[in-house]
T-cell receptor
């Protein structure tokens, strides 16, 4: 039972490049989330999804897009990467009122 | 918007000492959750509190939810080196309308270091 799997684990991008982060969960969770974690700022919600085909904006959605075409997958896209998007990105999933299960994270550096 | 604040930001203790971190919300919460993140790792769910005044224990860890459901605390008795990490509280805003899914607002965390 893998839980929540994030790929890739590390990535270096040049400013202006695009990329997609993939999150996959095998727990049949309805809800999925993308957070970014920066030093001294805790975890900030980027986008989330309450079910297949639905997405919504979180606290810091600018510069990111998401898609949830399948229940088990939640994709986070950066169309034109900026140095301010250098961060650790965590995906998480949950049942409606339960605790989150987090993936192991993606360390992204934008140069 | 909803804010969740945690204090202290850092705490360094000698092994065997007790440790407490506090969490305060600007709005009433429907529930509060606690997570632990080891250095270089990802957050791991510890517990959820739902009822006003609720107290839960996990071995040496004691979690409390305030009567007004706006604050919470985590207390660790006799810390061990395995307790090292950052402890986050995360609150869900109390709302009749379940339009925001189960989204949580995380505090900034308390980083605990333990000197053996």
């Amino acid at each position: 039972n893998a839980g929540v799997t994030q790929t890739p684990k590390f990535r270096v991008l040049k400013t202006g490049q695009s990329m997609t982060l993939l999150c996959a969960q095998d727990m049949n969770h309805e809800y999925m989330y993308w957070y970014r974690q920066d030093p001294g700022m805790g975890l900030r919600l980027i986008h989330y999804s309450v079910g297949e085909g639905t997405t919504a904006k979180g606290e810091v959605p600018d510069g990111y897009n998401v898609s949830r075409l399948k229940k088990q997958n939640f994709l986070l896209g950066l169309e034109s990467a900026a140095p301010s998007q250098t961060s650790v990105y965590f995906c998480a999933s949950s049942y409606r009122r339960a605790g989150y299960t987090f993936g192991s994270g993606t360390r992204l550096t934008v140069v | 918007g909803q804010q969740v604040m945690q204090i202290p930001q850092y705490q360094h203790v000698q092994e065997g000492e007790d440790f407490t971190t506090y969490c305060n919300s600007s709005t009433t919460l429907s529930n509060i959750q606690w997570y632990k993140q080891r250095p270089g790792g990802h957050p791991v769910f510890l517990i959820q509190l739902v009822k006003s005044g609720e107290v839960k224990k996990q071995k040496r860890l004691t979690f409390q939810f305030g009567e007004a459901k706006k604050n919470s605390s985590l207390h660790i008795t006799a810390t061990q080196t395995t307790d090292v990490g950052t402890y986050f509280c995360a609150g869900k805003k109390d709302s009749f309308w379940e339009t925001s899914g189960s989204r949580l607002t995380f505090g900034e965390g308390t980083q605990l270091t333990v000197n053996p």
